[in-house]
């Protein structure tokens, strides 16, 4: 396995909770670190494969026909959009 260097800067409080769990792991930050982005990329690959495979060969402009269909009406208690104006 190659390896590459990258000059990572951290807050100072973020860089001290990651040591700190570094520690109660035992393994080094920079193995704290490599690992935690490792789960950031394979969980955000999962999430793009998961998305990829539902919607199949779906288009933008086929929802435009389920939109067509959908009653114009206000929304209801709670589902406004903040800041929104009530018609």
């Known amino acids: 396995m190659s ?3 990258y000059p990572l800067k951290l807050p100072s409080t973020l ?3 990651a040591a700190r769990l570094a520690r ?4 080094s930050l920079n193995q704290w670190i490599a690992t935690a ?3 950031k990329i394979g969980a ?3 999430a793009a494969d998961f998305l990829r ?3 199949g060969d779906a288009r933008p402009e086929d929802l435009l026909g389920f939109l067509a ?3 114009d009406v206000p ?7 903040p800041g929104a104006r009530r018609r």
Do not use: N
């Open 69 to 71: 269909e959908a009653p």
């Open 53 to 55: 495979r539902r919607a």
């Open 37 to 39: 982005v490792a789960q």
């Open 44 to 46: 955000v690959e999962t």
């Open 75 to 81: 929304p209801g208690p709670g589902d406004e959009r």
């Open 15 to 17: 860089k001290a909770e």
């Open 3 to 5: 390896k590459a260097t």
């Open 24 to 27: 109660q792991d035992g393994v």
